[in-house]
């Protein structure tokens, strides 16, 4: 539910009140097929787009890439729209493919919410975002939590369970990001969360950095987030509950990313940390920039932080949680 005098997300970006909803094009792909090819034993349509990049000439240049990789896309999601139960639609602006059962009016505010977060992120961002890839961002927005599960499930092995989240960026072939809301409100922070992410998809960054620029991304963009008086908890009580979880143990956890992926406490705790650490090296907005271009998931970031911000990343979690044993283990470090 909307909070009186509450501004839409083009309005805290630009100041202004948008212009007439436009309505998107309503695409089903119907000229100019490419072959299609699919991954084997799988529930939903999954593309495998290592053979389908395979199959594109090496004489193709960028535009013809660009209508491959785009009508791929659509012939994909007419794909997933036919084999799913409710009634999905595709819609397409210039930059975003969506699909969805909206109704007309919320997947036009939807891809409008979304051109204007790629704006703000990519300024932002600057030369650190990157989105030169063929193909528009596609986004699916799910009618239910299960079959959001579900089709996160095709990208996991059989060991491994799906992050519980409410969005995800899934960095496999065609990068899109899925998520299990659709209500606007709701759907605006996972927007900006996740298209950070495919902003940023190009660099090996650990983990932790990755989620702490793009909660705090979402965090600047829309500030309601960052209003305290929607916390579960007062600074105190946080300040109480990293205490009595970081410890030389549990830190390693963070600096693999292992944590992100897990259930409970412990989470919810890496997002916070990640959020404040990452925003005190921000602070000096060159360096800062200099050590995410550098930042490597091998090492969690460690030989960037020397180099580029000037100190080891364990001084960025003294100055939130105090003395302790914070330094990243290298053979502790997922590569």
């Known amino acids: 539910m909307s909070a009186p005098g509450r501004r839409s997300l083009w309005q805290r970006l630009f100041g202004r009140s948008p212009a007439p909803l436009a309505s998107p094009v309503v695409r089903r792909v119907t000229h100019a097929p490419v072959a299609m090819h699919w991954k084997p034993g799988a529930r939903l349509p999954v593309p495998d787009w290592d053979v389908m990049a395979a199959h594109l000439p090496d004489t193709a240049d960028d535009a013809q890439a660009d209508g491959y990789f785009t009508t791929a896309a659509g012939q994909w999601l007419d794909a997933l729209a036919d084999a799913l139960p409710d009634a999905y639609v595709i819609r397409t602006t210039d930059d975003f493919m969506l699909l969805s ?40 927005v799910f009618v239910t939590r299960d079959a959001y599960e579900d089709y996160l499930a095709q990208y996991y092995g059989d060991d491994d369970d799906p992050p519980i989240s409410s969005g995800v960026f899934i960095n496999a072939g065609y990068g899109h990001f899925a998520s299990a809301h659709d209500a606007l ?21 650990p983990v932790w950095l990755n989620e702490g620029i793009a909660v705090n991304t979402e965090r600047g963009l829309l500030p309601r987030l960052a209003d305290p008086r929607l916390a579960l908890y007062g600074p105190d009580e946080m300040a109480g509950r990293h205490a009595a979880w970081w410890d030389a143990r549990t830190i390693q956890a963070f600096w693999s990313g292992d944590v992100f992926a897990e259930a409970g406490e412990g989470v919810e705790l890496a997002y916070d940390l990640a959020r404040m650490i990452t925003a005190l090296a921000a602070r000096d907005a060159p360096a800062f920039r200099a050590f995410v271009a550098q930042a490597h998931r091998g090492d969690a970031g460690s030989d960037a932080a020397q180099d580029a911000l000037g100190y080891p990343l364990a001084h960025l979690v003294e100055a939130v949680l105090g003395d302790g044993d914070w330094t990243p283990q290298p053979g502790r470090v997922a590569a």
Not at 110 to 116: A, E, G, H, M, N
Not at 127 to 140: E, I, S, Y
């Open 101 to 140: 059962a909206q109704p007309e009016r919320a997947a036009t505010l939807t891809l409008r919410s979304c051109t204007q977060a790629l704006r703000a992120i990519r300024a932002s961002l600057g030369p650190l975002a990157c989105d030169t890839g063929h193909g528009p961002h596609v986004v699916l």
């Open 185 to 205: 409100d709701d759907l605006e922070a996972v927007v900006v969360h996740e298209l950070t992410h495919a902003l940023l998809a190009h660099l090996p960054l």
